[in-house]
């Protein structure tokens, strides 16, 4: 047996933790957006409890808030504030909860038990402040303590629990590893480690096969299977664990193909050897790697989501007379469910179940077979002004776009953004030939895009695709906005309806 062998042997990953499996803890990403709002929370108890103590002492006495402004805030206080904000945040120094490997309640013990310690901390620093220099002499330290712990634990607790929720209900992740040496085995054991979202590795490709016998997954054979396997399957990120020095082309070529599809790539960064053992790693909380993204994923984009769910929610509450008024019209009105349900992919082609109201009749999948030669457009779509499995009630429906309504339940899941390209069904996306047409799933799909209020169905295939693709290269909240503004109009007046 050869020493590379041997090598990859020793990095076979270790049996599973029975604890860690009951405890629910499964690999994947966690998204960074959550991750740094969750330390957000957890580091501001103390900062809010001083600021709430000194405003509540210097408020007596005061008319307006602006007469707060003639009250001493100190270089001294100052100094305290910053010194609690480094007593408070060197307890909690150690795991976060992006990157923890213990069940979800042990972490939480260790999280409150760390606040106590900066609670304590703090109050004894407040303390040492006002018998020194008399610094917030006026305040409470019993108040101030109760504030602190009781804002610590709220912090910790809620924001733990929202993270959980939220990764919990979060789509598996599929991985697809470029490699099959010491790194890639490396990178297999880091993309199952130990998280909080289900993921998955497709398996390993790699030019040279002569290791595959030892991979902890399936081998699927050599660089030319790259983009058959990306057309395929709904991979969301490829780890390139190849080595650089011999196999740049090679890299380069997987760099440039995932690029064309639209498909996120990792590099580990210990692509060169270093002895230094405190070398920066950046925070993917899913593998020590660089990650190029396709798109940005920074507050924005949970903003987004906070602007898709409360907005979602609203139109719902307030479309709810017309919604219960249409299902009662299609009841009436022909023979069949209410709603029709398909699957369709969304980002990264994941499948989810998006919901219309059913504007045709009942059997309108088993009748495609005889009218998908009328097709009136050009591409792999089916377009059909007179569709005649269309119901009379179908027609007003889609005029006015009514019949994608309930498609605020897929908004408010996360399986759609209110803003996004168009979900193309199973049968569309197997029509399709070409990779670069992948990038358009590089995105959350929308209720209504730069296709909606450019014309809909007055447009051609390769327009629409054209629009999807600029509105990923130039996407940001006020596109979003203008796009929603748009959409308005568009749907009263039935522009472009099918």
């Given amino acids: 047996m050869g020493s590379s062998t041997k090598a990859i042997r020793e990095y076979l990953p270790p049996a599973p933790d029975r604890r860690r499996q009951r405890a629910g803890v499964r690999?994947?990403?966690?998204p960074e957006v959550l991750h740094e709002m969750y330390v957000l929370a957890r580091n501001i108890p103390p900062l809010l409890a001083a600021i709430v103590g000194w405003t509540q002492v210097h408020w007596r006495g005061v008319a307006?808030?602006?007469?707060?402004?003639?009250?001493s805030f100190t270089t001294r206080h100052v100094v305290v504030l910053l010194l609690m904000m480094w007593i408070w945040i060197h307890c909690f120094k150690g795991e976060t909860i992006g990157q923890r490997r213990t069940p979800l309640l042990l972490f939480i013990?260790?999280?409150?038990?760390?606040?106590?310690?900066?609670?304590?901390?703090?109050?004894?620093?407040?303390?040492?402040?006002?018998?020194?220099?008399?610094?917030?002499?006026h305040m409470s330290i019993l108040l101030f303590a109760v504030r602190c712990l009781t804002g610590g634990l709220l912090c910790v607790l809620v924001a733990a629990a929202l993270y959980e929720i939220v990764n919990r209900f979060s789509s598996p992740r599929l991985y697809l590893i470029v490699g099959s040496h010491r790194r890639a085995i490396e990178g297999y054991k880091q993309l199952l480690g130990y998280g909080t979202r289900p993921g998955a590795v497709l398996g390993f490709i790699d030019p040279d096969d002569s290791h595959s016998q030892y991979l902890p997954g399936e081998y699927l054979g050599s660089m030319n299977r790259l983009e058959e396997?990306?057309?395929?399957?709904p991979i969301d990120l490829v780890y390139l664990a190849l080595p650089l020095r011999s196999?740049?082309?090679?890299?380069q070529e997987a760099i440039w193909t995932c690029e064309r599809m639209g498909v996120e790539y990792a590099l580990p960064v210990d692509?060169?050897?270093s002895n230094v053992d405190r070398v920066w790693r950046p925070s993917t909380q899913d593998a020590k790697a660089f990650v190029c993204r396709m798109v940005l994923e920074d507050y924005r984009m949970l903003l987004k989501r906070m602007l898709d769910v409360s907005l979602g929610l609203t139109a719902l509450c307030v479309l709810a007379p017309l919604m219960a008024a249409i299902a009662v019209a299609i009841k009436l009105t022909s023979p069949g469910p209410v709603l029709f349900i398909q699957e369709r992919f969304g980002r990264n082609r994941h499948r989810f179940r998006m919901y219309k109201f059913r504007s045709m009749v009942r059997n309108a999948e088993e009748l495609f077979v005889h009218v998908e030669h009328r097709n009136e457009v050009s591409g792999p779509v089916f377009k059909m002004k007179r569709d005649p499995r269309v119901t009379k009630i179908g027609y007003i429906l889609r005029k006015l776009s009514l019949d994608e309504l309930p498609q605020l339940l897929n908004v408010i899941k996360g399986d759609m953004s209110l803003v996004g390209p168009r979900p193309m069904s199973i049968r569309d996306v197997s029509?399709?030939?070409?990779?670069?047409?992948?990038?358009?799933?590089?995105?959350?799909?929308?209720?209504?895009?730069?296709?909606q209020v450019s014309g809909r169905s007055n447009t051609n295939f390769d327009t629409w695709i054209e629009l999807d693709l600029q509105y990923i290269d130039k996407w940001s909240l006020l596109l979003d906005f203008k796009i929603l503004l748009r959409t308005i109009p568009m749907v009263i007046s039935g522009t472009g309806a099918a």
Avoid: D
């Fill in 247 to 251: 196999q740049y082309a090679i890299i």
């Fill in 229 to 233: 396997l990306l057309m395929r399957n």
């Fill in 64 to 71: 307006s808030i602006s007469g707060l402004e003639t009250r």
């Fill in 271 to 273: 692509i060169f050897e």
């Fill in 27 to 30: 690999g994947g990403k966690r």
């Fill in 109 to 137: 013990s260790s999280q409150l038990k760390a606040v106590v310690m900066g609670t304590a901390g703090c109050t004894l620093l407040l303390w040492v402040g006002r018998t020194m220099s008399h610094t917030g002499k």
């Fill in 431 to 451: 029509l399709l030939s070409e990779a670069w047409l992948m990038r358009r799933f590089s995105v959350t799909p929308g209720m209504t895009g730069l296709w």
